[in-house]
């Protein structure tokens, strides 16, 4: 079993949905990122989250440390939004970041 | 916002050449960078660490003298892929981590490769 594993693996959705990314993990993290990779490959830095909540335009990512869960969570979602969403988090003392396998969101007009 | 610059993004070379690739962070230090490898449709793949002025720990697997990482300032970490193979073809990307202990990333472009 993989420390940090997300669901669903691959999403389909019309656009105006409200798209909901879970990620679960199981060690003890000083830090959860959520990444998204375009096609193009570049990546980007969504949020960087150790407790509570954070939103930043139409996306919303929110934490439950207690429960090591965290979701990330898109309104009126829009075909640009079609991407990978990566969910990655830092152990407790750790260097190196642990990534979940990724979410293929696919938004259709 | 920070920014960290790869370079090149795409890169074509002949089988048994090296190629350099770039990653500069540009307006803040980082103290660690790392490279990572992902082919199609997979996860990234950590390849190794780099400290700023120390050698680079590299993943199991990972050849060394083949992927030569050199973190020579704290701005600047470089990948050379020595006598390139076109099973060396993917996809490299590299990330920083700001100073000290913080938790920030922040993600280059990425660097296309492909061995003839």
């Known amino acids: 079993k993989n420390e940090v594993e997300q669901s669903p693996q691959n999403l389909t959705a019309q656009e105006g949905e409200f798209i909901t990314i879970n990620c679960s993990y199981s060690?003890?993290?000083?830090?959860l990122h959520w990444l998204q990779q375009h096609p193009g490959g570049g990546i980007v830095s969504l949020f960087m989250?150790?407790?509570g909540k954070k939103k930043h335009g139409r996306l919303i990512a929110t934490i439950n440390i207690q429960e090591k869960h965290s979701s990330l969570h898109i309104t009126a979602s829009h075909p640009r939004d079609s991407a990978v969403y990566i969910c990655?988090?830092?152990?407790?003392?750790?260097?190196?970041?642990?990534f979940g396998q990724g979410t293929r969101l696919t938004i259709n007009p | 916002g920070a920014v960290v610059s790869q370079h090149p993004s795409r890169v074509i070379c002949k089988s048994g050449t090296s190629v350099k690739i770039e990653c500069r962070s540009l307006?803040?230090?980082?103290?660690?960078m790392f490279w990572y490898r992902q082919f199609p449709k997979q996860s990234l793949m950590l390849m190794a660490t780099?400290?700023?002025?120390?050698?680079?720990?590299?993943e199991q697997g990972v050849e060394k003298d083949k992927f030569l990482i050199n973190h020579a300032s704290l701005t600047l970490s470089t990948l050379t892929v020595t006598s390139a193979h076109p099973e060396d073809s993917s996809f490299y990307i590299c990330?920083?981590?700001?100073?000290?202990?913080?938790?920030?990333?922040?993600f280059g472009e990425g660097s296309w490769l492909t061995v003839v």
């Open positions: 990330s920083a981590r700001a100073g000290g202990a913080g938790n920030t990333i922040y």
């Open positions: 060690v003890g993290i000083s830090a």
């Open positions: 989250l150790s407790s």
């Open positions: 990655a988090v830092f152990a407790f003392g750790a260097q190196k970041l642990v």
């Open positions: 307006d803040f230090q980082a103290t660690t």
């Open positions: 780099s400290n700023e002025g120390s050698k680079a720990t590299y």
